[in-house]
């Protein structure tokens, strides 16, 4: 078939991943190829990979000739518009021969004997064939974005790179299972794959052998549960397995409950998935190498860890566990990360329970909550943060709630009991050091206090030491006179390690021993005229 510009369409067929000729970040796969009511010619129908990449969904003058992905993916364009891609190989060429952008420079470089990364400098009138020559030391390249929709000549490939080892081709034309176990036999000495923003392939009778990666990156792929469970056989030593943003929302074990095999397999990568369950993710728990589990921008709301049987303890050796941007808010799924028998490493950031404008609780309340935790939201918990942390943690439990309903308490606060022998804290008393028992009444909280409002200039930096009987309302009046700031009205923060921003100090009535201060503490003060 031909268009009557005399372009030809007969390189495409639908089902085709295809890239917009001259942009190869732009790309879509082949919907349509046909006639277009009211428009002479061929024409090609494109559902884009950007959401809004497109014109419409599908439907031209009220007839629908496709069905895009979103009422805008989806576009009509003639075949010269379009690219089928370039093999890997020219793709290598293109990127690697000839002038060096800085991109490429980065990217040549060979290991000393003392395993630094020593860039490939080329000089002279010979420099495209010397540095062809450097191609059989390269141990890492990138070919991303540049339309590859081919892995044709192998012999070729394995004679040019024989030493590679890392390899990305994120964002290229690439949806053939066979083309990547092809190009992996190619390259002998690859451990290392790459293939983000490539649309595999579904449906498939035989998958690949891929049996010397480690480490398979297969973000925004498009790939189910059910592609993982066929691949699994085909990457036995995948040590590092990336699944980002493929709208996975199930994971569909292929023979009984959970997960089985990945014996290798230390981190898996679910971020940016639809997974709202903590029952999808028990299935995994049977993994016994898993070490890191990345769930950040999910959609779980609540964490609970399962009854062990004779068989596997669960989670037996997670030690790193993500649960950023989630929907998390309440403090019993917090407490249950104690029950994790390796887990040290936690991520609760932009969860509502750890936000204490959406009524979540504060960094030092969480530290407090986690016994076992040794980083948490990437920031590592001193010894000195903790005890601090617990410390603050008691004194607000006893400013809050009634002493004598000491079985309430347990069942909100089941660490409070422990924390309060642990720190020789008694009802009214705190043990410090040899100095005998002080009372938390008389206890003094050392205080920074620093004022950063535009309104106030420039004004140095206080310390003071202040009873823990003090309210908000009262420390805001200390400031004002502190600073002389008549006429100001002021905004009181709390400035926490580890936390990214300030936290309001809004009631008025609370005391500082009510919002669990510890001994020393920092306060922002900003205001406005």
Request: charged content about 25%; hydrophobic content about 40%; proline content about 4%.
């Amino acid at each position: 078939m031909a268009d009557q510009s005399g372009e030809t369409v007969a390189a495409f067929r639908i089902g085709q991943r295809v890239h917009a000729a001259g942009d190869p970040r732009r790309t879509g796969t082949i919907r349509y190829i046909g006639p277009i009511s009211g428009h002479d010619g061929e024409w090609i129908g494109v559902d884009w990979d950007a959401d809004s990449g497109g014109k419409h969904d599908g439907t031209v003058n009220g007839t629908r000739h496709f069905s895009a992905r979103t009422s805008s993916s989806g576009s009509f364009v003639r075949a010269k518009a379009l690219s089928a891609g370039i093999s890997f190989l020219d793709a290598v060429y293109r990127r690697y021969r000839g002038e060096s952008t800085k991109e490429e420079e980065d990217e040549m470089y060979v290991f000393s004997t003392s395993q630094r990364r020593v860039s490939v400098e080329l000089v002279g009138k010979n420099k495209v064939e010397e540095k062809l020559k450097k191609f059989e030391e390269l141990l890492s390249m990138s070919v991303s974005f540049m339309g590859v929709s081919s892995v044709e000549p192998l012999g070729q490939i394995s004679t040019l790179l024989p030493k590679l080892k890392e390899l990305d081709l994120s964002g290229n034309l690439l949806s053939n299972w066979q083309d990547i176990a092809s190009l992996c036999e190619a390259l002998l000495s690859l451990q290392m794959l790459d293939l983000t923003s490539n649309l595999m392939e579904h449906e498939v009778t035989e998958y690949p052998s891929l049996k010397n990666i480690h480490l398979l990156v297969l973000n925004n792929c498009g790939v189910t549960w059910d592609v993982v469970e066929k691949l699994k056989d085909s990457v036995p030593l995948v040590a590092e397995l990336h699944l980002m943003a493929n709208e996975l929302k199930m994971i569909e074990p292929t023979a009984g409950p959970f997960v089985q095999e990945f014996n290798s397999l230390r981190l898996l990568n679910l971020e940016a998935n639809n997974i709202d369950s903590w029952d999808e993710i028990l299935k995994l728990s049977h993994l016994r190498s898993l070490e890191e589990l990345h769930l950040n921008k999910n959609k779980l709301k609540t964490i609970y860890y399962p009854s062990s049987d004779a068989s596997c303890v669960p989670f037996e050796n997670l030690q790193c566990l993500l649960l950023g941007r989630n929907d998390i808010n309440d403090v019993a799924s917090v407490d249950s990360l104690n029950s994790f028998p390796s887990l040290v490493d936690v991520r609760l950031s932009e969860n509502p329970v750890a936000d204490p404008a959406k009524g979540g609780v504060p960094r030092f309340v969480l530290i407090a909550r986690l016994s076992k935790v040794k980083i948490l939201n990437g920031s590592e918990i001193s010894p000195r943060e903790r005890r601090e942390s617990e410390i603050r943690y008691i004194r607000l439990i006893m400013a809050k709630m009634q002493l004598n309903n000491l079985e309430e308490i347990k069942r909100a606060h089941p660490r409070f009991v422990e924390l309060k022998a642990l720190h020789g804290i008694e009802d009214e008393k705190l043990q410090a050091g040899g100095s005998g028992p002080q009372t938390l009444a008389s206890t003094l909280i050392n205080l920074t206090l620093k004022c950063v409002g535009p309104s106030m200039g420039e004004k140095q930096s206080l310390t003071k030491k202040l009873p823990p009987s003090v309210t908000v309302a009262k420390l805001k009046a200390l400031c004002e006179s502190f600073f002389k700031l008549k006429g100001i009205k002021l905004r009181l923060f709390l400035e926490e390690k580890g936390s990214p921003l300030p936290l309001p100090l809004d009631d008025d009535m609370a005391t500082l021993m009510e919002l669990g201060l510890g001994t020393e503490a920092t306060i922002i003060i900003d205001g406005e005229n």
